[in-house]
């Protein structure tokens, strides 16, 4: 963390002595075209042509009957579009607009970018959606996107404390993670899971930070959601535009950029007990300051966490032993070179100590392990990311660098007994450090006319080293190492890529798209063990290809939109090395898979703009699935394909916002797969659908806000969802059952003008249900293995920002 930061404050230093000396400019000038319409829709038509964002357009209510044409600042603009409408205007942060009711006209406000919004002076709707998104690559209404797309604002995710993915699922549709551990967690889209383990296999969803993508084939790196924008999820296969390891779509968090204008800062503390478990704790905060006023500008955030453990270890006599502490920051600077050019230069670091896992293996809060399994994990990421805008096109360039080590260990004295050979301890570690650059360059057409384009080169280069090692040990005799393995994997691939979308008849639209790319793999694997069984494998794997995307679209008009979808993903294949022989010649390399989707969907707002509806049906065809397994009774890691599989599916959001200050959101996902063809060297026998994927899952929130005396509002809200049973495997005999399980969070918060103060309760019903049947390699199918969900919880959380 100290060499990211260290790094960025050089180049701070830099840039703000060179930007120092020159004059400062004024806010950009854009040139707009906004034609009479609602004034939601003439909201969300001048965000996207002043490229900002925009939040809570449906509450400004009636028709807009003048037209705005001409060049303005996007402030200018709004003040003449909205003069005399039922709505005001808050500029957050430079460039992020809210909207709200006002019953007076309409007046410019600033307002300082906290987590918490002041009151107005009637119930409003407490959560303001994000209408604007960037996960297509360009600023888009969501209105008019053919994709299945969720995005939960700021608010949002402050006003139910979401800090991962894991707490942000139940808000969106089809939005699945598993519960190894913290830094531990996969991520899973639409009930298409290739299995509940994380290792050789790439990742299905692929993670972005703003820009850059951040995971190849490991886990999700459980970024702490402070001082976030957004968060955009878009479903389905998104091979086009992300490549390789967007196969069932895209997590993509969006953070707050630095005020080029007034200063800001925000802290956020959080204090919670857990029954029968050790407290936890939060501290979030950041600070934004214009170094050069309307020219350059820096935002620093830095948050550490402690989550309480509650399980014990009896063999080790030690309580609590699930505990982790995850440390972080993130620093970013801004540069307006010109009104039209920006430059952003960021660093994120983050530490994650887990001083155990968080399995029992008995119907209760403990379990028996030899030796503490520990999880260490460090991310750090340097990014820089140029936008601007030629004659004839928009561009935007993204250059990445991602370092992230992780190790765990795990106890594997009882793979031994299950097989003749007791032995008094085992360990089995498994360190790997991966090192990714990325570049992403394209074009994108300007405005909103007929036709509507998009163009790039896509590069990557990764290094990813693994050295696994067993230590083994008898009464009496030193613990030796019996297994060691130095694995490197050099992954190159380039790519180029494009979309193009046109009106072909009367709000009829065509898209289309294509990738077409080039990978290159390189193993070298370095096995040393008791003689004679050492052994070393140097190889090259070479894949290429094309994925493609047909969407048609019909705009209905104020907002509404129907759609049908093709688009394809895919993974390259690899090779396993790993165990105490050499794997067979069947086993040794896999092949790529790849994923076809078929969707209808839509979107409908009624009455008066306070019901949003979001839906889609679809069916995937997944050929020569790849999966991760482990060499049972061992806990050594293979990839192989388990063969074909088919899923139908259908997923429901909806919205309501009431006129008292009432919101209810839910969402739905429900799916019915099952594997074909399955590989007959895979297992003796293969379950009949996709692991991990429960048929039904789903959320509903509620949320109340009513003022009370002076500027302060009350708010309650109450967070349920639901996942079903499903298995953990393809294996049959390595798949027990898992999940049908309610998360709920329940909290009553006092709203200042620039505080928050909350109460929660989370499971208040102290359930215990299982939420994942796995949580060591080398004990899967031998004792029994599950992770209950956290005991019931009480805590605190106070906010402040200006």
């Not at 296999?201 to 402070?226: C, I």
């Not at 429900?670 to 789903?698: C, E, I, K, Y």
Request: proline fraction near 5%; hydrophobic fraction near 40%.
């Amino acid at each position: 963390m100290v060499s990211v930061q260290n790094s960025l404050a050089a180049a701070i230093v830099g840039v703000s002595v060179v930007a120092a000396a020159s004059q400062a400019e004024a806010a950009p000038v854009r040139r707009f075209d906004v034609g009479p319409n609602t004034y939601s829709e003439a909201l969300i038509e001048l965000a996207i042509q002043g490229q900002v964002s925009l939040l809570g357009a449906s509450s400004c209510r009636g028709h807009s009957r003048t037209s705005l044409r001409g060049a303005y600042t996007v402030e200018e603009a709004l003040r003449r579009l909205l003069a005399g409408a039922p709505c005001r205007f808050v500029v957050v942060g430079g460039d992020t607009v809210r909207i709200s009711a006002a019953a007076a006209p309409v007046v410019q406000t600033r307002l300082a970018d906290a987590g918490t919004s002041a009151p107005l002076p009637q119930p409003t709707a407490p959560l303001l959606t994000e209408v604007t998104v960037t996960a297509a690559k360009r600023r888009q209404s969501l209105d008019d996107l053919p994709l299945p797309v969720t995005v939960l604002s700021n608010q949002e995710l402050q006003v139910t404390a979401a800090t991962d993915a894991g707490e942000a699922s139940g808000q969106i549709a089809g939005l699945l993670t598993t519960n190894l551990g913290p830094g531990r967690d996969k991520i899973m889209l639409r009930g298409l899971s290739d299995g509940a383990f994380t290792g050789r296999a790439r990742s299905t969803v692929t993670t972005v930070l703003d820009d850059a993508p951040l995971n190849y084939a490991a886990p999700d790196p459980d970024l702490r959601l402070a001082d976030v924008e957004r968060l955009e999820v878009i479903r389905g296969p998104q091979g086009t535009l992300y490549g390789a390891g967007a196969l069932s779509g895209v997590y993509r968090i969006v953070t707050r950029k630095p005020d080029l204008q007034e200063p800001r800062a925000g802290v956020q503390a959080s204090y919670a007990t857990t029954k029968d478990g050790s407290p936890s704790s939060s501290l979030d905060g950041y600070v934004s300051i214009p170094i050069v006023q309307d020219r350059v500008g820096l935002r620093l955030v830095a948050y550490e966490e402690r989550r309480g453990g509650f399980l014990d270890n009896v063999a080790l006599r030690e309580s609590d032993v699930d505990s982790t502490e995850r440390r972080g920051a993130r620093l970013a600077l801004r540069i307006a070179a010109t009104p039209n050019w920006t430059i952003d230069l960021a660093g994120v670091a983050q530490d994650l100590e887990s001083r155990d896992s968080q399995y029992s293996t008995a119907a209760s809060f403990w379990r028996e392990t030899s030796v503490a399994e520990t999880h260490s994990n460090h991310f750090g990421q340097l990014a820089l990311t140029v936008r601007g805008s030629l004659p004839f096109a928009d561009v935007t360039s993204s250059t990445s660098f991602v370092r992230h080590s992780y190790v765990s260990q795990h106890d594997a004295t009882a793979a031994f007994g299950a097989v003749g050979t007791p032995i008094a301890i085992a360990v089995y570690r498994e360190p790997l450090k991966l090192k990714m650059l990325t570049q992403d360059i394209f074009l994108s057409s300007q405005g909103g006319g007929a036709v509507r384009w998009l163009g790039g080169f896509y590069g990557v280069s990764s290094l990813e080293a693994m050295t696994p090692t067993l230590e083994m040990g008898w009464p009496g005799v030193p613990q030796f190492e019996a297994y060691r393995e130095q694995r490197d994997e050099r992954m190159r691939e380039m790519a180029l890529y494009g979309e193009v979308e046109w009106e072909v008849w009367r709000g009829w639209n065509l898209g289309l798209g294509i990738r077409v790319f080039d990978t290159h793999l390189k193993v070298r694997s370095d096995v040393d063990q008791l003689d004679p069984y050492d052994r070393h494998v140097h190889r090259r794997l070479d894949y290429s290809g094309a994925s493609h995307r047909v969407s048609l679209h019909r705009d209905l008009g104020d907002g509404d939109l129907v759609y049908a979808l093709y688009s394809e993903g895919h993974r390259p294949g690899g090779l396993n090395t790993s165990g105490f022989f050499q794997p067979l010649e069947n086993w040794t390399e896999y092949e790529s898979d790849r994923l076809h989707n078929l969707e209808v969907g839509g979107r409908l707002t009624t009455f008066g703009d306070r019901l949003t509806l979001q839906g889609a049906v679809f069916f995937e065809r997944w050929n020569e699935v790849q999966t991760y397994q482990f060499l049972w009774p061992t806990g050594f890691y293979y990839a192989d394909n388990v063969g074909d599989a088919d899923l139908l599916g259908a997923e429901l959001e909806a919205a309501y916002d009431f006129d008292w200050g009432l919101t209810l959101k839910g969402n739905a996902l429900l799916t019915g797969s099952r594997v074909v063809d399955p590989n007959p060297l895979f297992a003796l026998r293969v379950v009949d659908t996709l692991p991990g994927a429960p048929t039904f899952s789903g959320g509903v929130l509620a949320a109340y806000e009513r003022p009370l005396r002076g500027k302060v509002a009350m708010r309650l809200l109450g967070d349920i969802s639901y996942v079903g049973r499903s298995g953990l495997s393809f294996d049959a005999v390595l798949s027990p059952r898992m999940g049908d399980f309610l998360r709920t969070r329940l909290s009553a918060q006092l709203v200042g003008a620039h505080w928050t103060a909350e109460l929660f309760v989370s499971n208040p019903t102290n359930s215990k249900s299982d939420t994942f049947a796995y949580g060591n390699p080398w004990s899967l199918g031998l004792v029994n293995q599950a992770t209950p969900l956290r005991p019931r919880t009480l805590g605190v959380t106070l906010s402040a920002a200006y």
